[in-house]
């Protein structure tokens, strides 16, 4: 089942206008630089409704869900992310902040290490993200700094999210260099994770954050 996700576009990403946000299956991406030199054309307009037209996305989606149990079968609150470069996956990572007593330790920052040590490079032009839920502001942050192409993720994250619901870190048309976003992948199966994640806490007694979002009403 497809559902529909919105995309934003990203500065210099003109492909996304004009040929829909989907790569070719084969993963070969066009040759175009993703917006590292396009700084001044930041077109932030009205999202856009996609229809499902991009199975790549849920298959990706799908292996950072993946990442996203491994957090939780470890304790952590479940989020994944999947780093993706070209067809294959640079880098993964999953929430490790309890095991590491490291608040940076978010599955983003790690994907985003592994992926810049297996390139060599900082820069992650052309490169896509994919997360189970909105990034926050430290990995919108990183996110922009390594100039990824795009960020995708499952839902929105009404307390923390950083890529449209609080603040818009990738998109801010003041900075060098604007992410393009699809939001909604795989939302559903993200937010029941994260349900059962919590209702487990408070079912073992353990203190939740009063107001969590991911709360079963
Ligand atoms: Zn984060």
Known sequence: MTRPRLVRGGAGSGGASSGGAGRPPGGTPPGGEGGAGGGGGATAGPPQLVPGLDQEDERWMRMALDEAMRAAEE??????????LEGRVLGRGHNR????????????????????????????????????????????????????????????DPKFGACGSI????????????????EGVLAEESRFALRQFFRRLRQQGREVAPGDPFETE
């Open 75 to 84: 304790g952590e609150v479940p989020v994944g992310a999947i780093v993706v």
């Open 97 to 156: 902040t309890e095991a590491t007593h490291d608040p940076t330790a978010h599955a983003e920052i790690l994907a985003i290490g592994a992926a810049s040590t297996a390139l060599g490079d900082w820069r992650l032009t052309n490169a896509d993200i994919y997360v189970t839920l909105e990034p926050c502001a430290m990995c919108a942050g990183a996110i922009q700094l390594g100039r990824f192409r795009r960020v995708i993720f499952g839902p929105r």
């Open 167 to 182: 603040l818009n870190v990738v998109e801010a048309p003041r900075l060098n260099h604007q992410v393009e976003v699809t």
